[in-house]
């Protein structure tokens, strides 16, 4: 159905704001507990199939196996390598805080030190000539007094040569 | 094709104000767990297919299901999503098995009312051009058509109150339940006034929580349980979703929905048939109006039907002896908790809430604003 | 696993969820919106087949389904159906509390409209009382165009 072109058209503009105060639950509490007090990536493994999990999972995706005990926790990085990366170069709003992106803006999965295991996280390096697979890649922390026991207490991962 | 659904096992978390230790996929990993140990079953290998309920807006995300197939061994496997109220999701999941496509099929619901502020998503559910801005929300609404309810039928605030301190009561024999009390009409009257006739108990309180139930051919349900629940009928309904397009006093819907599950289960007379009913009341009014709708007391006389005493936990017809929504149950997870209570009570394993001897339940669930839809189930053993 | 993590904090993670929305509301509504905008008038729908008439407007009749296309002009003139008077805050309120909030038959329509109801002594609240449209001074094309909804003073 095609509009009269002589009818003005009416829009609503409305915006939707939700507060959120998510519970993390356990045990992604107690890794952030311990991103927040020592700087410490932990990652755990599913004692059936061996598969890695980090954060830590209360259980196997995959088999449904418990394996939340934390004396089998593995702290893992903060050094790594890249698996692969994505450069952000549109803005967009933010739907978390309602701010425009800051571009550009770059992400990878970095499988860190310690265990096969892939964080996703920010890279410092935003210039795609400078960012390949298989290089190295170091977790950059907040301030202490900054931090707030959420996955931003990492600020990024920076390149580094070894 | 089958022929009958059966309900093996029914699972709740206990309700709380806030869980702050569960995050909304362990709530579903802590029902699954629960309901797949009372069924005697193996997550793995039994279950073909999750129909979970839940609701993106609550959740803070979109694809509210997608954490679910995690902690149920959902992947490689069928898994669907309602996100209107629980009570659907049981509707599917019985689908799912009529259709001869599944066996066996686990259905949850999990909703963490603490998380956000609900009235935004109350608001957000109302129609965008003609109403939202007007900040109406579900209480507003409410509070509107439980004063219809009383105009037109003489209903009082009273008979509303008697609804809190019957649930509350209830509530106490519930180990589930989040809030219990000794309450007198008084109370109830006097607490604080949100819309009026509505009052703070006369809503129901915000809560976390979660439920889970294993549905499953009769065959299997006959070799997994010596006790095992039948759907006997069921049937929804929907209403217009302007208040002003309905008669607010009258749930036309609920009508049709209950009647349509009478007749699949060949009820004639619900009143004397039905041994214990567990309904979806938001507010207290609407125990009253949807009493009216299952048909247990005729048009207007909800009122009479509470001050009678055959609601009460020891009359003739108890509602909602689990404690209600007044007793705090999230919404989603609503309806979903009347079909578990209900299985509870038809199964004998209700407790100190035990309806004794009984052998035919009716759960609802409804949903939107005023009630807009209603799912209701017959169930029985 | 609580009982292992008991004496520590829950953890939370904090944020929103904010959408931006441009919604258009189609032919009817625009026309509808304009004359309350322009002319400080409430139009509603008349089926051309079962003659019912809808408001707030829709382009389908919600008793027979026949398709609608045309406005019908009405008095701004109506009768309260029920009512509330608000008494709590929220964040998605447009009015301070206490306001009342009512649905409002207007004359000639068969469907009943949610607005507010201003200039009235909530106790005089009454399901029946007559009541017409108020339209604020800057109006911008939304269902805040109209003001209120007051009690009709003169009787007869």
Redesign the interface.
Known sequence: ?K?KPQ????????????????????????F??ELKANEKIYANQCPTCGRNYCPPA??C????SRC?E?DKWVAVGPKGTLLTFFICEQSF?I????EMLEVPFSVGLVMLDGAPVVLQHCLQETDVEKIKPGMRVEAVFKPKEERK???FDIIHFKTIKE | MPDRVGIVAAAMTKFEA?????????LV?EVTDKVVEAAGIS??KDVESIVSCSQD?WD?RTISSMPI???T?G?LKDESKVADDGAYAVLYGAMHILSGDHKLVLVVSHC?E????GT??EN?SID??FT??LGLDYTLAAAMQARRYMDKYGITPEQFAKVVVKNKGNAKKNPYAQDSATLSVIDVLKSQMLADPITVMDRKPVSDGACAMILATEEIAKKLTDKPVWIKGAGNCYDPHFLGDRELADCDALETASKKAYKMAGIKNPVKEIDVVELSEYYSYQELLWTEGLGLCKRGEGGKFIDSGKTQLNGDIPVNPSGGLLSGIPITVAGMSRVAEAVWQLQGRSGERQIPGAKLAVAHGCGGICGQMHCVLVLGN | ??N??VK??????????????????G?L???F??EIRDHKKINGVKCPKCNIVIVPPRSVCIKCFNKIEDLVELSGKGTLVTYTVAHYDSAVQAMKPPYAIGVIKLDGADTAITHFIGEVDFKELKAGMKLEAVFNETRN??ILDIKYFKPVKNKG
Not at chain 1, 7 to 18: P, Q, R, W
Not at chain 1, 61 to 64: A, F, G, P, Q, V
Not at chain 1, 95 to 98: D, E, L, M, S, V
Request: proline fraction near 7%.
């Open positions: 159905m509009a009818l003005e058209l009416i829009y609503l503009d409305m915006t939707l704001k939700m507060p959120f105060k998510w519970n993390t639950g356990e045990p992604l509490g107690e952030f507990r209360n259980i995706t995959r088999d449904h939340n934390k709003l739907p978390t805080t309602g026991g959420n996955i | 806030a869980k702050p230790w569960q995050h909304l996929a362990e990993l997550l793995q807006h803070g197939p995690d902690v061994c992947h963490a603490s998380h956000t502020d935004i998503i957000w965008h051009i939202r801005m | 696993m609580a292992e993590v520590k904090e829950p953890m939370f993670t904090e944020g929103y969820v904010i959408m931006p929305y441009k919604y258009s509301v032919t509504a625009s026309k919106f304009i094309a939304n």
